[in-house]
Structures are given as C-alpha cells and as structure tokens.
C-alpha cells in the first residue's frame, strides 16, 4: 500500500452529493500540494481541483466549478473533495495525488509533478 489511500467513492443519483477523501501516511503532508484527478472510461485522466500546501489557495477545472470543493486538513494529513450537484458525467475514477512542489498553474497541472498517487476509488452517478 502506498502513502496515499482514497475512500468515500460509490454509486450516487443525480444530483446528489458525496464527499471522498484521501489519506496520507508516511509523507510530511503539510509539505505537498494536493490535487484530485479522475477518469472516466475511454477517455484520458484530468486534474479536477488542487489545493496549496496550507490550503490557502486552490483551482477548480470549468466543469466543476461551483459544485465541488477541495479542501484539506493537516492535521489528520487528509485532503477531501466534497462533490455537490453530481451529473452522470462525473462518473469516473477519481484519485488524489501529492506533488512536493509549489502551487503555480504550471505546477499543478502537469501530472508529471505529482510524486505520489492513490489507488483511486469510483464515483458512478447514475440518472
């Protein structure tokens, strides 16, 4: 098992909310940007939301805007994403990765920056 662990997914109506969150163990948390990314079937894996070290600052993909928020606490070296209004296009696999680095727009989102990675947990929304 590797430092970072995701749970919280399942499968959810229309509409609804889910809240799935990402664990961390054997890293200094509070010294990582985090992001969350997902996939979906056939298609490639995009970064949703990302979250600053101190969780000051944060980034939001167009597509989930105003429906969903990352946040994180250090102390529990845990980041969540809680997921409002969920449309059958958010359906997909989504993962939590950590990159040692610092929160530019170029940073993260270039995948290559992330050290580490969740195993992932699905989110399937059904109409």
């Known amino acids: 098992q590797g430092p970072l662990v995701e749970s919280g997914g399942g499968l959810v109506q229309a509409g609804d909310s889910l809240r799935v969150s990402c664990a961390a163990s054997?890293?200094?948390?509070?010294?990582?940007?985090m992001g969350w990314f997902r996939q979906a079937p056939g298609k490639e894996r995009e970064l949703v939301a990302a979250i600053s070290k101190n969780g000051d600052n944060t980034y939001y993909a167009d597509s989930v805007k105003g429906r969903f928020t990352i946040s994180r606490d250090n102390t529990k070296s845990t980041v969540y994403l809680r997921m409002n209004s969920l449309k059958p296009e958010d359906t997909a696999v989504y993962y939590c990765a950590a990159a040692f680095t610092t929160f530019t727009y170029y940073n993260y989102l270039n995948q290559g920056k992330y050290n580490y990675w969740g195993p992932g947990t699905q989110v399937t929304v059904s109409l």
């Open positions: 054997g890293l200094t948390f509070s010294s990582y940007t």
